[in-house]
């Protein structure tokens, strides 16, 4: 994937945004950031076959063949003072036998995949940047969330769990390092 042109512009700049903020502190993360450490912590998950984000509509599960399977849909971006909250829908599935004889375990194991998601951004280091003796926390979760189940909601024959997740950012929203085409003030 190409980067964006705010990214090539931030790579670029004269101005870094480690002159605004100091080294050990959280940079910037974009959209794109969340999504792709999302991803990454459920690719890493040892029972996740496959990971995938979007709209759940464009998935075919009758082609898809890997599972357990992961999806992640965007569905909001919130800010406070201080941060960005990112909210996304996510999704754990996996095939239901003829006759749904295990479907309580797809239940179990797919519900449990997506508690160890929240836990990692809760408390894992997958989530901070690898220092030694640094503790700070880039991507993380406070919220309480409920899991919602499903059973045969696609063309498979599936079940597992979904729940609204939301992954914060710190954020100190810098008007210096903003990409302006000029400086001149826009009061009329």
Not at 90 to 101: A, K, T
Not at 162 to 181: G, Q
Request: overall charge negative; proline content about 5%.
């Amino acid at each position: 994937m190409p980067e964006s042109r705010y990214a090539v512009w931030r790579s670029e700049s004269n101005t870094s945004v480690t002159d605004q903020v100091p080294y050990n502190s959280v940079t910037y993360k974009t959209f794109n950031n969340v999504i792709e450490t999302i991803l990454c912590v459920a690719y890493k998950h040892k029972f996740i076959e496959q990971v995938d984000s979007g709209d759940i509509f464009a998935v075919d599960l009758e082609k898809n063949t890997a599972f357990p399977y992961f999806h992640c849909i965007p569905n909001n971006i919130g800010t406070t003072t201080t941060s960005i909250k990112y909210t996304f829908q996510l999704l754990v599935m996996d095939l239901v036998e003829p006759g749904l004889s295990n479907e309580q375990q797809v239940m179990s194991d797919t519900a449990q995949i997506l508690q160890d998601i929240i836990a990692l951004f809760r408390n894992g280091s997958i989530t901070s940047p690898d220092e030694p003796g640094n503790d700070l926390r880039i991507y993380y979760t406070d919220e309480d969330y409920t899991l919602q189940p499903f059973t045969e909601r696609f063309d498979a024959a599936v079940c597992g769990w979904s729940t609204e997740f939301t992954v914060i950012v710190d954020n100190p929203f810098s008007a210096c390092d903003i990409p302006l085409k000029d400086n001149n003030n826009c009061i009329q």
